[in-house]
């Protein structure tokens, strides 16, 4: 794993989220699933899909800060301007060489990374599954619950994304639609693994992004 800073012109690589593919198959999230739990990392982080909403300019990074309420924001910052405060991973990557990269990252986030192992393995997996291109790791925002994802927005401003919880159905009303963006991993009480989708991002009925501002 690299965790150095990213720089904004590999961050730009990433696909966009108008260009990425947006369906991972069940079989892939199942052996995700299993991957997760089995290795232990399931308590800290999920799968998310590879994308981002913004082109970066020299020197900048993104960076999460989360809410009392249980909200995030996501936004573009200046690393120079970062120079004194703690940022943890908090979403990672494989790059052009197959090695885990953070490419956005949380103010004073102490979590412990994943371990070489499981790194390890799930880089051959999602080689397998042709995924190393569309599935990220990310560090989950609180308890997940599966009918209370988190409902992520635009905030162009800033070039930033407001994450928040949201008691609706992931399919949204009838003028919006929704992208599942992330999903977590667990075991049932009978000891059967568990894929819950936990983040979506959502589109208005002309099929662009919401926006929050």
């Keep these: 794993m690299d965790s150095t800073l990213l720089p904004a012109q590999a961050f730009n690589r990433i696909p966009h989220f108008d260009d990425q593919a947006q369906t ?5 999230l ?28 020299d020197s900048q990074i993104m960076v999460h800060q989360s809410y009392p309420e249980g909200a995030d924001l996501c936004r573009a910052y200046d690393s120079r ?26 103010l004073e986030a102490r979590r412990p990374l994943p371990h070489p192992g499981f790194l390890k393995e799930l880089r051959d ?20 619950t599966a009918n209370q994802p988190m409902v992520e927005t635009l905030v162009p401003r800033v070039k930033g994304m ?11 009303g009838e003028d919006e639609s929704s992208v599942v963006t992330g999903w977590s991993f ?12 936990i983040k979506e991002c959502r589109k208005n009925i002309a099929g662009i992004h919401e926006v929050f501002d």
């Design 30 to 57: 199942k052996a995700m699933a299993e991957l997760f739990v089995t290795h232990g990392q399931h308590t800290d982080y999920c799968a998310s899909l590879l994308h981002r909403h913004f082109d970066l300019q």
């Design 162 to 172: 407001y994450s928040r919880r949201n008691s609706m159905s992931l399919e949204g």
């Design 125 to 144: 997996l999602l080689t397998e599954h042709g995924l190393e291109d569309m599935v990220a790791i990310s560090a989950i925002m609180g308890p997940p």
């Design 81 to 106: 301007d970062l120079e004194n405060s703690y940022l943890g991973t908090h979403s990672m990557f494989l790059d052009e060489k197959h090695i885990f990269r953070t490419f956005e990252y949380e």
């Design 186 to 197: 667990d075991r049932n009480s009978t000891g059967e693994l568990e894929v819950l989708e």
């Design 24 to 28: 991972i198959a069940t079989a892939s």
